[in-house]
């Protein structure tokens, strides 16, 4: 039984908790309408490391289950393995992507007036991004920038994964821990924190070493969260860990509200990383309660809300009128963000359910 709950297909919790720090991250960026000095979650960024803990713990169940069921990690096969495990993981958010990045195209051109011919020109400017290349450095700028998260954890598994499956017992026990506490000190050392995910540090994105370090942390989370489920816990402790858990999320977002970037960056994100592990454990007296349809609605609308708002944080004030106060100029761009959101995720399930259909029609059409 303690077996399978970590595998379950969904963890309610985690999906709701997907959906407030996609919605953290949107306030964010109230930063391009507002400024620092007024932007509503100025250290919101942070947010980020939730995702990146949460992938890197799925990531290791995924190569778990394949090591349990005795698949062999051949090296003939690894790799083949990889590429299907990394297809996967971008076949679940490309459509939401290229149905935001469409959208946001269309309305930064409008935003800046484009002439053909500029459009031209964005499009070739920022066509690499939609490889999720970002934190490659085979390009500077982009049109949807909060794509450097899908871009560096894409290209950290394929790092990552097949090392999980070569060295399932070696790799997630010493390497990861120690991947993840080397890095997370070298970006303090020289960094005081891990934000600001496009500054170049000579040989790679700060952004991409932030994915290795919080995809190992995730490993290390899963391997906690498994031992976890394996202890009876009495009520008193489970009690404990409720109180401790809700604390531990509580005052991970208090510090992002009232802070930017510091050197307790480093301390937070220990925090959330024990948050996320007994969520993930399950050990708290509520954590069924948050399973069903909700949380999963929850889990998609997060993605879609992720991809949908930037372009407009940094648009909208080019359309709206100077003379229009904080408070409506924030309605305006949540409003934009929450519908754009609603039609990408909508419209993305509709994509999904023709893929076969679509599929079949180009492979006629080839013929």
């Not at 297909?9 to 908790?17: E, S, T, Y």
């Not at 010493?174 to 924190?193: A, D, K, S, T, W």
Request: charged residues 15%; contains cysteine.
């Amino acid at each position: 039984m303690a077996e399978t709950k970590i595998h379950r297909a969904r963890n309610g919790k985690i999906d709701f908790l997907r959906l407030l720090f996609a919605f953290i991250i949107v306030l964010h960026h109230t930063r391009y309408l507002l400024g620092d000095d007024h932007c509503l979650f100025l250290g919101g960024s942070l947010s980020v490391e939730f995702f990146f803990f949460v992938s890197g713990c799925l990531m290791a169940a995924s190569a778990d289950r394949k090591t349990s069921g005795k698949t062999p990690a051949s090296a003939e096969g690894l790799g083949t393995e990889t590429a299907h495990f990394l297809k996967k993981k971008l076949s679940a958010v490309f459509a939401d992507f290229l149905t935001a990045w469409i959208i946001g195209f269309f309305f930064v051109a409008a935003a800046e007036k484009l002439s053909l011919r500029g459009m031209a020109g964005l499009f070739v400017r920022d066509f690499f991004e939609l490889g999720f290349l970002k934190m490659s450095g085979l390009y500077i700028g982009g049109l949807d920038g909060v794509v450097w998260y899908v871009s560096a954890m894409l290209l950290s598994m394929a790092v990552l994964y097949p090392l999980l499956r070569k060295f399932p017992d070696f790799f997630p026990k010493i390497v990861c821990p120690l991947v993840c506490i080397f890095i997370m000190g070298f970006l303090c050392r020289n960094y005081g924190h891990p934000r600001n995910p496009d500054k170049w540090i000579g040989f790679a994105y700060k952004g991409l070493l932030r994915a290795l370090a919080e995809l190992c942390l995730g490993v290390v989370i899963y391997q906690i969260s498994r031992k976890m489920q394996r202890t009876q816990w009495t009520r008193a402790a489970r009690v404990l860990f409720t109180v401790f858990e809700a604390a531990a999320y509580l005052s991970f977002i208090a510090y992002m509200y009232y802070y930017g970037p510091t050197e307790r960056d480093f301390f937070f994100i220990a925090l959330l990383a024990a948050a996320v592990t007994l969520s993930f454990a399950g050990t708290g007296l509520l954590s069924k309660r948050f399973d069903g349809r909700v949380s999963s609605w929850c889990a998609r609308f997060s993605t879609s809300l992720y991809f949908s708002h930037l372009y407009y944080a940094q648009h909208l004030n080019q359309i709206l009128p100077q003379s229009l106060s904080a408070v409506p100029r924030v309605l305006v761009y949540l409003a934009f963000a929450f519908g754009t959101a609603l039609f990408v995720m909508y419209f993305s399930d509709f994509i999904r359910s023709k893929k076969n259909v679509m599929k079949s029609w180009f492979v006629k059409a080839a013929a």
